[in-house]
């Protein structure tokens, strides 16, 4: 644990190990503190008592010496704990408090966690706080998630529907509730419900605790997954360890042992007796396929480095943040050390500082010429060596704009070099080599990007200014200019400030027709309408810029000739997009194969908007710099851009875009494609849970929701499908909606699920989203878990199936005439392949064959498949939207080291096809299964009477849907 020093950083203290035990009885017991705020006459001081649940799923925090809880968090939520000066919070009163007795609490989402300012009575009691709060924080994070939450969130509902604090619910405050969580029961139903579960006393005096449980329990039981064990295990309706196998290799496309599955069974089944007999009961089958490792998203790319982190620099994507320091907008918003500390934990590789004159000598970081605050430069140097590698152990890289005299240039130079140590990378780069290196040989290390004195570091120099505030600056004065020739209403402002957000080029850039006018290797097109400012660099300060070394940008005819692997060049949003346009993409491919490029937005997005990163990443940026405290579309993408391998902040971009030269990629050519492995995809968006109010929402009428589903990439990949929406239920909707296109670079892909409330009145509410990598998205049954502010336990139920892109003369549409001609021999499968698959592809041939037909060889160039309406009732189903393993179908998953928190998730082969030795008795055989399975199949859909969703297609222009 650590221990504050005078300055209240952190330093080693020793500490004798405890148990997760004697941690949980010391907050049970309870521990009386100080919780500080800042009110309107200063600061507020309120005695509190925080505890453990009693069923150690909650952290809460009492009045002192009264039996009232004042708020609680599921430990599942806390995030961190801190001790000394380590927030801006304690930052500001450093003088006031003794660092030892400073406690800071986070908890909540990691993208925008609350703090709780803590002021202990002694440092002992501050050690016993942190090393007791941290060791339930880890023992946490092992707990199945999904059951705590819930736990969490029912005994939650339960206390605030409570009215009376009587220990109960009455049939009026269960209707109430159930409301609340978006469940639309006739009272007739909910009635009979309520009398079953009170058992007690037939429901005349209401629902304990334990009761509720169990009434909700029924209320949640979901048929799509009872229907689906069913199919799976038969009438008996649980699956033992062969059948359990079964069910991984053939519908999740996973590779289990035996032995995996027995473990599964142990690790997932809540009866005892179940687990006996190695059986796996409703109850534990909904929770394997709950848990962590069963999500739609690839828990094993989430949770570890699986990347090649031995290539250059500028072979990455690397996570990066614009204007770090800012907690809001680019004007008056707070300037804060915890804005670089959140980004950081996040997995955020490059962070910015703007750096100033201080009055007292000492630099500071702020958005010059505005009214944000103003932080020490120092303290967010410290910030940045404490946390920076907590998360990540690849190269931060600090890109620093200067804007200091040359006394406190060297200032800063010292501060680096004092705080970072060994971690600084000082070596000068070899003129001779011809790549940058690599993540893996930088590791543990901090890159100054600045610029670079020519001629050696011996004495100051001259250097160009390049202020990203002056665009800024610059657009302000411009609106000025307009609004006081044209005065605009709202209205007009909002469609202004619209376009602004979503057109990718502009000043000059696109003409009328769509065309690009801006000519990178103009000797015109980089020049600064004003005249450039000149900045002296002190010499300490450029010997510390190395690989990465700020140069202005010539053109790419001038790169090519005269830059060096080392040197780096910023652009603005819109000359950017210009450079990333088709006109010239394939020049700034080359140059991003070579060299490191950082992109930042545009000046006029003063409300620290974003713009959409998906075009830059398609031409080989490396730096896409974003604003991180901004939650929005954008960023959905940018952190599921960097979940992927590991969360390391460094994701190494697809073969195609490392060498444009000898593969000739063009992401607007789908020609070019030549180096991705195009994938066929079906979708089934199936049903949600437990789906919240829209934000800030308690009461009023239950919400109706729809899911759009997003592909975004290249331009030929990039959709949008639609379900319909469901009345009436943000309990459990299902909408059986099922999605088919194909993919033609799935590794510049990324999957965005979004549900909204239909609203006819008025602007459709958003309830939550998901967002990941393509090349994460795992095959079979899976949950998606939503995020959004307000959402913690709301899923959507899909099934995937993804297999290899085909032709349309391949098998699929010509199947049906091979079987009829008795041209080939029946295919019989193994274990691994159920005959079904051939009764389920024959069964929709005509559909398929229409499908496929809207495909195009791949040789003209790849076309997205893409179904205009849903499939029709019959072929949308949960029994049957997913096939058994075919060959065909793709590599199925290994299941390895399930008895632990994750899942090794490699590729194994599919089980190979053999010929049947009497064609024509096999074929008869074939035909006759066909038609009973066919007949069953039928039989089963009549009497789940499931609906099917509606799907429309929306042009892949559309901007990105706008959280509410």
Same mark, same amino acid.
């Given at each position: ?356 004159? *201080? ?35 690849? $190269? ?32 000068? $780069? ?172 545009? *000046? ?282 075919? $060959? ?31 064609? *024509? ?33 929306? $042009? ?9």
């Amino acid at each position: 644990m650590a221990e504050a020093t005078g300055n209240g950083a952190p330093k080693e203290r020793r500490t004798s190990a405890v148990s997760d035990e004697k941690c949980a009885q010391f907050f049970r017991s309870g521990t009386t503190v100080t919780v500080l705020s800042e009110g309107k006459f200063g600061l507020k001081k309120k005695e509190r008592t925080f505890k453990l649940s009693l069923d150690g799923k909650e952290l809460q925090w009492w009045k002192h010496k009264r039996p009232t809880i004042k708020g609680s968090t599921p430990m599942s939520s806390v995030l961190e704990v801190r001790i000394g000066h380590q927030t801006d919070f304690f930052n500001r009163l450093s003088d006031q408090m003794d660092p030892d007795v400073c406690v800071s609490v986070f908890h909540g989402r990691p993208q925008q966690p609350e703090m709780i300012s803590i002021l202990c009575f002694t440092p002992r009691q501050t050690e016993q706080f942190t090393v007791c709060l941290q060791s339930l924080i880890t023992s946490a994070a092992v707990i199945s998630k999904s059951d705590e939450l819930q736990d969490s969130w029912l005994k939650e509902m339960f206390t605030q529907a409570d009215k009376n604090n009587g220990g109960t619910l009455s049939f009026d405050e269960t209707m109430g509730l159930l409301n609340r969580v978006n469940a639309n029961l006739s009272t007739k139903q909910a009635r009979k419900m309520f009398r079953e579960a009170d058992t007690n006393d037939g429901g005349e005096q209401g629902l304990d605790f334990e009761e509720f449980k169990q009434f909700y329990r029924e209320l949640s039981r979901r048929d799509e997954l009872y229907h689906l064990l069913q199919r799976e295990a038969g009438r008996e309706c649980v699956l033992t360890a062969t059948a359990l196998q079964k069910f991984l290799r053939v519908r999740q496309k996973m590779d289990a042992s035996i032995e995996d599955c027995e473990r599964l069974i142990q690790k997932h089944e809540p009866n005892q007796g179940c687990r006996e007999q190695m059986v796996l009961s409703y109850e534990g089958f909904e929770a394997m396929l709950m848990s962590p490792e069963f999500r739609a998203s690839n828990h094993y790319h989430r949770s570890a480095v699986y990347q090649d982190m031995t290539r250059p620099l500028s072979h990455y994507y690397i996570a990066s943040s614009h204007n770090t320091y800012l907690t809001g907008d680019q004007l008056k918003s707070h300037s804060s050390v915890e804005a670089y500390i959140r980004p950081l934990k996040l997995g955020c590789r490059c962070v910015e500082l703007d750096c100033w004159d *201080g009055q007292d000598g000492s630099p500071i970081i702020y958005h010059g010429h505005t009214l944000t605050s103003k932080i020490r430069f120092s303290d967010v140097i410290k910030a940045i060596n404490t946390y920076g590698f907590q998360t990540s152990e690849y $190269p931060i890289i600090l890109s620093i704009e200067n804007h200091c005299s040359l006394e406190q240039q060297a200032k800063m130079a010292t501060i680096m070099r004092e705080v970072f140590a060994g971690r600084l990378e000082v070596e000068d $780069p070899n003129p001779n080599n011809e790549q940058l290196p690599s993540p893996e040989e930088l590791k543990g290390k901090v890159l100054v990007k600045n610029k670079k004195l020519s001629g050696g570091d011996e004495g100051e120099g001259w250097v160009s200014d390049e202020d990203e505030g002056d665009e800024m600056i610059g657009s302000v004065k411009a609106q000025r200019r307009r609004s006081s020739t044209h005065k605009l209403n709202a209205s007009d402002a909002s469609k202004i400030s619209t376009a602004t957000r979503t057109s990718p080029v502009s000043d000059g850039s696109v003409d009328e027709d769509g065309e690009v006018t801006f000519d990178p290797d103009s000797a015109d097109a980089w020049k600064s309408k004003a005249e450039p400012h000149k900045l002296k660099l002190a010499p300490e300060l450029s010997r510390l810029v190395t690989y990465i070394q700020a140069v202005s940008f010539k053109g790419f005819e001038a790169s090519l000739r005269d830059a060096m692997y080392f040197h780096m060049s910023s652009f603005g949003e819109k000359k950017a997009m210009s450079c990333a346009h088709r006109s010239h993409v394939r020049k700034f491919l080359r140059y991003n194969s070579r060299q490191l490029s950082r992109i930042y937005p545009a *000046g006029s997005r003063i409300s620290s908007s974003n713009y959409n990163p998906v075009p830059l990443w398609n031409a080989g940026c490396q730096i896409v710099a974003l604003n991180y405290q901004t939650d929005c579309p954008e960023m959905d993408l940018n952190i599921a851009r960097f979940r992927d391998n590991g969360g390391c902040g460094y994701v190494l971009k697809p073969a195609p875009l490392l060498e444009p030269d000898s593969t000739g990629f063009n992401p607007y050519d789908k020609k070019t494609f030549n180096g991705f492995k195009a994938k066929d995809v079906s979708i089934t968006i199936i049903t949600a849970q437990q789906l919240p109010k829209p934000k800030g929402v308690e009461k009023g009428e239950v919400i109706d929701p729809y899911v759009v589903l997003q592909v975004l990439g290249t331009d030929c990949d990039s959709k949008t499908f639609i379900t319909k929406y469901i009345d009436d239920n943000g309990f459990n909707p299902r909408w059986d909606a099922k999605f088919s296109f194909a993919v033609a670079a799935p590794e510049l892909c990324l999957l965005r699920f979004v549900v909204r409330d239909k609203d006819v009145l008025s602007a459709d509410d958003f309830i939550g989203q998901a967002t990941m990598p393509f090349t994460s998205l795992c095959q079979g049954y899976r949950h998606i878990t939503l995020e959004g502010e307000g959402v913690t336990h709301a899923t959507l139920f899909v099934n995937v199936k993804i297999t290899d892109y085909v032709l349309p003369s391949a098998k699929k549409r010509g199947l049906i005439k091979l079987f009829k001609k008795k041209k080939v021999p029946v295919v019989e499968e193994d274990e691994g392949n159920q005959p079904d698959v051939i009764a389920d592809n024959l069964g929709r041939s005509d559909k398929d064959a229409h499908l496929l037909s809207q495909s195009t060889d791949l040789e003209n160039g790849l076309s997205s498949v893409t179904e205009d309406t849903v499939d029709g009732a019959g072929d949308s189903q949960v029994e049957d939207s997913a096939a058994d393993h075919d $060959p065909d179908d793709g590599p199925m998953q290994s299941v390895t080291q399930i008895a632990g928190a994750e899942l090794d998730l490699t590729d194994v082969t599919s089980p190979s096809a053999h010929a049947a030795k009497d064609f *024509g008795e096999e074929l008869e055989i074939r035909e006759r299964q066909i038609q009973q399975e066919l007949a069953d199949e039928r039989e089963q859909e009549r009497q789940l009477g499931a609906t099917t969703g509606t799907l429309t297609e929306v $042009p892949p222009q559309e901007a990105l849907p706008p959280i509410a």
